[in-house]
């Protein structure tokens, strides 16, 4: 994409449940995006990525406007005639269809949590963005995580895995938290399928293991989403890629140290993936998947291994470079 777009960042508390702090780093509930690492909060982290990012127009917040008044008050006259505050709604999809609907037609979606994202990164995905689709969403290829928390062991508990690595052709990916979305054909329908799969995205226990609920779930936002278009021959036929694609993310992930585990991803491209999520919309909708090598968007405070450095504050700058090299 070569034209600026405008930038929204999800920070709403509205029937959201606090982090349950397990470290003495401040209260003992805390939203994430309020908690303060080297003296910012985690929001202020993203907002400055995003204010430095130079694809990047007009910033809109959703959030609690009383609490997100404070953290805006470090920012000048000028920087804050870019950010519009959004009342957050009741629910995350609800905020995303009112802030699309009523303040802007496309943007691209920056998470709250990430205090490693950079300018860059955003840049970086916007100029993968085709400009001709309508939900682009963003993956990291996570295959050097254990490189890097190995290196990290001095100040961590090893722990194993809560990243969530799928496996795809010749990449591990997690979802990175950075989405474009062009919501000019996006409708009521499409909001009620995304609430789902969203309310239902931890696909894997931090065992390792599938979350049999959360599939069945998706699986069950995805017939209802069937019904409700009427059985569109497009999506009755991405429906069955999807199965497809559920059994071979499976195989590919239980024989991830052989060569099964490259045979089932070699059918995982991204370009596959997304016409797949093209044809589940019934072809209205043009998904698109980017890839990227950057680790520095993907680390939230979700990932416990960082969340030990986070509770050592003097640890933040050294991961923070650390991340630079990979």
């Known amino acids: 994409m070569k034209q ?11 029937n959201c449940i606090p982090f349950d702090i397990p470290f003495d780093i401040g209260k003992k509930k805390e939203y994430k995006q309020y908690l303060q690492l080297n003296g910012k909060y985690i929001v202020e982290y993203c907002i400055d990525a995003v204010l430095n990012a ?10 609690d406007p009383k609490r997100m008044t404070l ?39 920056v998470p709250s949590d990430a205090p490693f994202l950079e300018a860059a990164d955003i840049d970086l995905f916007i100029k993968e ?19 890097l928390f190995e290196k990290r062991a001095l100040f961590i508990k090893k722990e194993r895995i809560k990243y969530g690595l799928f496996p795809m052709y010749r990449a591990l990916v997690r979802i990175s938290n ?34 049999r609920k959360s599939w069945r779930n998706i699986a069950g936002a995805c017939l209802k989403y069937l019904h409700q278009r009427h059985y569109n021959p497009a999506i009755i036929f991405g429906s069955f890629l999807v199965l497809v694609h559920a059994l071979l993310y499976y195989a590919a992930h239980k024989t991830a140290q052989s060569k099964f585990g490259k045979f089932y991803s070699f059918f995982l491209r991204k370009k596959m993936v997304a016409k797949t999520l093209t044809l589940l919309t019934g072809c209205r909708i043009h998904c698109q998947l980017v890839i990227s090598k950057n680790l520095g ?12 450095l986070f509770a050592k504050n003097k640890h933040f700058e050294e991961l923070k470079a650390v991340l630079r090299k990979f």
């Open 178 to 211: 950075l989405h474009y979305l062009n919501f000019r054909k996006v409708t009521d329908d499409e909001v009620t399928l995304a609430q789902g799969v969203f309310d239902n995205r931890r696909l894997l226990d931090e065992n390792g293991r599938k979350n």
């Open 54 to 63: 130079k694809r990047v127009d007009k910033i809109f917040i959703v959030c």
């Open 297 to 308: 968007s993907m680390l939230d405070i979700d990932v416990p291994e960082t969340y030990l």
């Open 4 to 14: 600026k777009v405008n930038a929204v960042i999800l920070a709403g508390t509205k």
């Open 71 to 109: 953290v805006l008050r470090k920012y000048d006259k000028k920087t804050r005639q870019r950010i519009h505050v959004i009342e957050n709604q009741d629910s995350l999809m609800e905020s995303i269809f009112y802030c699309f609907k009523d303040w802007t037609e496309q943007a691209i979606l």
């Open 129 to 147: 963005v085709d400009e001709t689709a309508d939900y682009v969403i963003g993956f990291t290829d996570g295959t050097s995580l254990d490189t």
